[in-house]
């Protein structure tokens, strides 16, 4: 089973700045890592397939990067709107596993 | 447009059982992998299985495989996740997440607003 280690759990950050999630494989997964937001009392939604394509409609500010083990979401000036819960998922291998997830505060 | 809408979630006694069901519409539900994932509170998500787009084969995660069954009915546009023999470890909100593409591979592309489940006495 692949484990994901997603850091950090919470961040507080300052509408303009911008910020990082980390999310590391416990082995190589090639670019079979996806990330999502989810808001409250809103479904997740994805923001970043294999790795580094932006989906379709989510705006540019969002950023995907890495490959095999390591991976970045990176969010360029941050917005009020921004304030969710994000987490990757690997679905190289079965079971198909999360990151534990990052709850990103706007200050 | 694309929507799934999951049903079904409640309180429940350990041990007992329960059939959470999911509504898609806006797409062409028979074409479509789609799976059940749960999150538990303070924890991240957990996939729990997928199954084709046949309903001929379904693929579970480990600490669910031999109590909960997934199931389909592309008549009705509908997926299934019958639980039985539940724990307070189940208690959780269970989502259905449509798989992107045809070959089940690629990861969700839709998710419902979940069901709650408590299991509990």
């Known amino acids: 089973e692949t484990t994901l280690a997603q850091s950090p759990a919470f961040m507080s950050a300052t509408p303009g700045d911008t910020v990082t999630i980390s999310c590391k494989a416990s082995?190589?997964?090639?670019?079979?890592l996806n990330w999502y937001q989810q808001k409250p009392g809103e479904a997740a939604i994805p923001i970043i397939q294999?790795?580094?394509t932006l989906v379709p409609g989510i705006s540019p500010r969002f950023s995907g990067s890495g490959y095999g083990t390591d991976f970045t979401l990176t969010i360029y000036d941050l917005e009020s709107d921004d304030a969710a819960y994000y987490f990757c998922?690997?679905?190289?291998?079965?079971?198909?596993?999360f990151g534990q997830g990052t709850k990103v505060e706007i200050k | 447009e694309v929507q799934v809408v999951e049903s079904g979630g409640g309180l429940v006694q350990p041990g007992g059982s329960l059939r959470l069901s999911c509504s898609a519409s806006?797409?062409?539900?028979?074409?479509?992998?789609m799976s059940w994932v749960r999150q538990a509170p303070g924890k991240g998500p957990e996939w729990l299985g997928n199954?084709?787009?046949?309903?001929?084969?379904?693929f579970y995660v480990d600490s669910v495989k031999g109590r909960f069954t997934i199931s389909r009915d592309n008549a009705k546009n509908s997926l299934y996740l019958q639980m039985y023999d539940l724990r307070s470890e189940d208690t959780a909100v269970y989502y259905c997440?449509?798989?992107?593409?045809?070959?089940?591979?690629?990861?969700?592309?839709?998710w419902g607003l979940g069901t709650q489940v408590t299991v509990a006495s």
């Open positions: 997440a449509r798989i992107r593409g045809d070959t089940g591979d690629y990861g969700f592309d839709y």
């Open positions: 806006g797409f062409m539900f028979r074409k479509y992998w």
């Open positions: 199954i084709k787009r046949d309903g001929s084969t379904t």
């Open positions: 082995q190589d997964i090639d670019d079979d």
């Open positions: 294999e790795a580094s």
């Open positions: 998922l690997q679905h190289d291998n079965l079971p198909w596993t």
